[in-house]
């Protein structure tokens, strides 16, 4: 019976934590470029095995047992994200892979797939609120204004024709070893600068979370944590009069 009550527990404990990503995904529905992430669980290593044997220690298993799930892995869905027109000047999307490199004001190299970029005080072009956006030789780049025009290639020229600067579009060899920050970007070594990248000027990639889906899985998410809940309800009701009429005895 408290074996059960385990198993219950940790179902309720791994369908919240599911909740959590579900929900994140959601809020972030809107933002672009944004990736989402994904959870998984199995069950936790076997804790205990059932063996028989003689007197000359001959043992043979009976079986494993295991009490709980846990979590296995929390991954990002880098699927491509649709392209969407805004007919902003400073906004780029890239299609395929790589991603647009941001030195942060810490110091540290930030990667992103948003590209709704802006200027700043000093007429570089930045991502708000994070930092200055890298070029293909890995520094900033330096517009000193928004009427600009650019190519395929993420090359930018400014009114006359004359180049200003081209966007760094960088990739990794598996992105299934960037860290995920909690502002949306991602963080790595070095990446390898793409020499024949595709961008898209006044685009920005949609994120790429199906809501139909996203909004299933929640709603089985919510049913499989209340009826844990109902059936923990009932093991603590089972749990008291045992032990009140052990007690007894």
């Known amino acids: 019976?408290?074996?059960?009550?385990?198993?219950?527990?940790?179902?309720?404990l791994t369908q919240q934590r599911n909740l959590n990503i579900v929900g994140n995904n959601l809020v972030n529905l809107?933002?672009?470029?944004?990736?989402q992430s994904r959870y998984t669980a199995s069950t936790f290593?076997?804790?205990?095995?059932?063996?028989?044997?003689t007197v000359n220690k001959d043992y043979?298993?009976?079986?494993?047992?295991?009490?709980?799930r846990?979590?296995?892995?929390?991954?990002?869905?880098?699927?491509?994200?649709?392209?969407e027109p805004t007919g902003v000047l400073l906004d780029f999307a890239i299609e395929g892979e790589g991603f647009f490199a941001v030195r942060g004001d810490d110091g540290e190299m930030y990667y992103t797939r948003?590209?709704?970029?802006?200027?700043?005080?000093?007429?570089?072009?930045?991502?708000?609120?994070?930092?200055?956006v890298m070029g293909v030789d890995s520094q900033p780049i330096q517009l000193n204004t928004d009427k600009i025009e650019a190519d395929n290639r993420g090359r930018i020229y400014n009114a006359q024709g004359d180049i200003l600067g081209q966007l760094g579009v960088f990739r990794f060899e598996d992105n299934g070893e960037l860290l995920h920050t909690q502002e949306g970007f991602f963080t790595g070594q070095q990446g390898q600068l793409m020499e024949m990248p595709l961008v898209h000027w006044q685009y920005l990639e949609r994120a790429n979370v199906d809501i139909i889906q996203q909004m299933t899985e929640l709603l089985t998410c919510q049913r499989s944590l209340q009826s844990a809940a109902q059936v923990a309800k009932m093991y603590d009701t089972m749990m008291n009069r045992t032990t009140n009429d052990v007690g007894r005895l």
């Open 30 to 35: 809107s933002t672009s470029g944004f990736k």
């Open 114 to 132: 948003s590209g709704s970029f802006s200027l700043d005080n000093e007429g570089y072009l930045c991502y708000p609120g994070q930092g200055r």
């Open 45 to 53: 290593d076997e804790v205990m095995y059932s063996r028989t044997g």
């Open 60 to 68: 043979a298993q009976i079986g494993p047992y295991s009490y709980i």
């Open 1 to 12: 019976m408290f074996k059960g009550f385990y198993n219950l527990t940790s179902g309720m």
């Open 70 to 83: 846990a979590t296995d892995q929390i991954y990002v869905d880098y699927s491509q994200g649709v392209p």
